[in-house]
């Protein structure tokens, strides 16, 4: 049992490219969400998904596409990315989500030059 | 979701009780607090939560006063690795947003 597995831990893009960050889950949560963490900052919540083929956006969604095809994979795709996009994305699962006890992964830290 | 108030830092002796404060006075009747950590560059830690009893587990105890406005984790005998900022929040059922403010952090010393 893995629980909640990000990859890459590390990625550094130059601004303009675009880029995956994978987020996969084993333990058959239905509720999948992106935080990004800021220097001195909390966690903000950019998506989230309560189930396979549903998406919403959260606190600070621009820049960011989500899709949820599978129960198990939530992937965050920047399509464009920019030196603001710098940031540690957190990815984090539960079973129901609202509320629930959140299993967050190790973390994706991206550097945009 | 309710907006909490956590002290920025606090520091504790090692092996002494960690007594951390929450503010969430906006409270409403379904929310409920939970408590999570984060030890440096590592992904939060869930701890807790309760909704108007006290509650105990392995790692922690949650208190909440009976008007549900402030709430204080317990952490009985504080170890280095303990070591982490402490989130306090507030979630209600059926909302999907889990707000994390910037948390209390706090240190443990020999």
């Known amino acids: 049992n893995a629980g909640v597995t990000q990859t890459p831990k590390f990625q550094v893009l130059k601004t303009g490219q675009s880029m995956t960050l994978q987020c996969a889950q084993d333990m058959n949560h239905e509720y999948m969400s992106w935080y990004r963490q800021d220097p001195g900052m909390g966690l903000r919540l950019i998506h989230y998904?309560?189930?396979?083929?549903?998406?919403d956006q959260g606190e600070v969604p621009n820049g960011y596409n989500v899709s949820r095809s599978t129960t198990e994979d939530f992937p965050l795709r920047l399509l464009s990315a920019a030196p603001s996009q710098t940031s540690v994305y957190f990815c984090?699962?539960?079973?129901?989500?609202?509320?629930?006890?959140?299993?967050f992964g190790e973390g994706s830290r991206l550097t945009v030059l | 979701d309710a907006k909490t108030t956590q002290p920025p830092s606090m520091d504790c002796a090692e092996g002494r009780a960690a007594n951390l404060p929450c503010n969430h006075s906006t409270i409403s009747g379904n929310e409920y607090v939970y408590w999570y950590r984060q030890i440096h560059s590592q992904g939060p830690q869930y701890i807790i939560h309760g909704l108007k009893n006290n509650e105990t587990n392995e790692m922690a105890s949650l208190i909440i006063t009976e008007d549900r406005k402030s709430s204080t984790l317990i952490l009985p005998h504080a170890t280095l690795r303990d070591t982490a900022v402490y989130y306090c929040?507030?979630?209600?059922?059926?909302?999907?947003?889990?707000?994390f403010g910037k948390g209390t952090k706090l240190s443990v010393i020999p």
């Open positions: 998904s309560v189930g396979a083929g549903i998406t």
């Open positions: 929040i507030v979630h209600g059922a059926g909302s999907y947003q889990l707000t």
């Open positions: 984090a699962s539960s079973l129901t989500g609202a509320p629930g006890e959140l299993f």
